[in-house]
């Protein structure tokens, strides 16, 4: 069975600032992880995933994730935060198999970003 | 760039009523998924539907719930008789493959009175 963990149901930058969002895993296979972004009042976006290979996977807007097989981690990043960065986050890992179909999500983080 | 589209956005139904959730996934895509979120819980996977048949389903899914691709582009969720506790954020999905990353649409929030 797969569980994810977000830490911080709400997070809070200023413009410019960098943004971690921290994510746990569990998972008894070698785990697909994603990050999925969702803005006001529409669907889940992609943001990155990772799957195997690089640990280090670079997503769209500038955002970007590392596994961490040691710390069961896959946190999101972004250096420099935007206004238009606002919105809430959700990581994800995949089911049995390691397919990227079935999901199991996490709480999501909403983030708020301020001037 | 091709999008998964839901209708409708909003449906408002009476307890006991069945509803009927549609979605329009992306042309060239064989896999297709129903999830839900209930206000402030975890986006939930409901069921993936592959080569006209259900492939997995969670516990959520009884037998209230069904899932049907009518013709070519559809694929609708139907609760037979809906309950408050089905209230939530419905999101449909699909992917090119088995292991491709989902498409999510942008949902239809179903709320039962």
């Known amino acids: 069975a797969q569980s994810v963990t977000q830490l911080g149901s709400h997070v809070s930058v200023s413009e410019g600032a960098l943004v971690l969002l921290r994510c746990n895993y569990s998972s008894s296979v070698p785990p697909y992880l994603f990050w999925y972004v969702q803005y006001p009042n529409q669907g889940l976006q992609l943001l990155l995933k990772?799957?195997?290979?690089?640990?280090l996977v670079k997503g769209i807007n500038g955002f970007e994730a590392e596994f961490k097989k040691s710390e069961t981690s896959f946190h999101l990043t972004k250096p420099s935060a935007h206004m238009s960065d606002a919105a809430e986050y959700f990581c994800a890992v995949s089911g049995v198999g390691g397919g990227g179909n079935k999901l199991t999500f996490g709480t999501g983080t909403q983030l708020k970003v301020e001037l | 760039e091709p999008e998964v589209t839901q209708t409708p956005s909003h449906q408002v139904t009476q307890m006991g009523q069945e509803v009927i959730l549609r979605c329009v996934p992306i042309?060239?895509?064989?896999?297709f998924y129903w999830y839900r979120q209930i206000l402030g819980q975890k986006v939930e996977f409901l069921v993936s539907?592959?080569?006209?048949?259900?492939?997995?389903k969670s516990e959520i899914f009884d037998d209230q719930f069904s899932v049907e691709r009518p013709d070519g582009s559809n694929f609708t969720l139907k609760i037979r008789s809906t309950k408050l506790e089905d209230s939530a954020m419905y999101f449909c999905?699909?992917?090119?493959?088995?292991?491709?990353?989902?498409?999510f649409g942008n949902g239809t929030r179903l709320t039962v009175t």
């Open positions: 539907f592959y080569n006209n048949e259900i492939s997995e």
């Open positions: 990772y799957t195997t290979g690089a640990t």
């Open positions: 042309s060239n895509h064989l896999y």
């Open positions: 999905a699909s992917s090119v493959d088995g292991e491709s990353p989902l498409h």
